[in-house]
């Protein structure tokens, strides 16, 4: 089986250890692609196209320069994750509410789109291991992993919670659970270390967007009524705070074998 951690020298590899401060900012990451996206579409009245072009064209100028950069940079590399956050959320808006693309379709759609990258990203490089990411063609391919786990998290999510009708807290608590069984045969090494980060990867996305719709969500709709302004806004600061300290304390930069 492959290894999660295949590590060449800290100073090469681009993304972070995976520790406690990794799913925690993800899952921050995640709930603000939710409603910071829905901010900028009604709130500021740029509409879905409107966001979607200026979410893009933030993505890929901050893409270009975590790119160009060498090793990890805490601030670069978040800023990447919450703008692909939106952008994977801004995908499968796209194709429903455009489109008029059901749920079910997107989904499974992003689940084969998805299985591809991996499959390509396996057969040219020999590992998927997010620790071996250290040249500009695993970087690509794991970006584009991200940006389809994103979109896919999204179409499930929307699933479970709207077509479905479980509504934002039982769709929160199905996706908690299946996370903490996958989290527990990851632990006990029943399941490869690869496929369960990236599953658990996948699922952090629906979970978190359960999040910010049961926060944001007027209480009618079941949510708690604070906004996508006021949650947006939250969820950034603690992202802010989390990815300041760790660029002084250097406590999820990888070390060298």
């Known amino acids: ?12 590899v681009k993304v972070p250890e995976i520790t406690m401060y990794f799913w925690i900012i993800k899952v921050l990451a995640t709930t603000v692609g939710e409603t ?26 901050v893409l270009f320069f975590q790119f160009k950069g060498k090793g990890y940079k805490p601030p670069v590399y978040w800023l990447a994750i919450v703008l692909i956050s939106i952008a994977g959320t801004l995908v499968t808006d796209n194709l429903t509410d455009v489109v008029g693309v059901s749920l079910i379709t997107s989904s499974v759609l992003f689940s084969i789109a998805l299985a591809l990258v991996f499959t390509t990203w396996y057969l040219k490089e020999k590992t998927l291991a997010i620790h071996s990411i250290y040249t500009p063609t695993r970087e690509a391919f794991y970006w584009l992993t991200i940006l389809f786990t994103f979109a896919l998290g999204t179409a ?19 996706f908690a659970a299946v996370i903490a069984l996958i989290s527990i045969l990851w632990q006990r090494n029943v399941i490869n270390a690869v496929f369960g980060f990236w599953a658990v990867y996948v699922l952090t996305r629906p979970l978190g967007a359960s999040i910010g719709d049961l926060l944001s969500q007027d209480k009618k709709a079941g949510g708690f009524g604070l906004g996508t302004t006021a949650t947006s806004f939250i969820f950034l600061s603690l992202i802010v705070i989390t990815v300041a300290y760790l660029a002084k304390s250097k406590k999820d930069q990888i070390t060298s074998s």
């Open 36 to 61: 910071f996206a829905d901010f900028l579409n009604t709130n500021l009245g740029l509409g879905l196209s409107g966001t979607s072009i200026a979410t893009f064209i933030a993505l890929a100028v």
């Open 1 to 12: 089986m492959e290894k999660l951690a295949q590590r060449p020298s800290s100073m090469l």
């Open 156 to 174: 499930t999510g929307d699933l479970l919670a709207e077509r479905l009708a479980l509504g934002f807290g039982y769709s929160f608590l199905v």
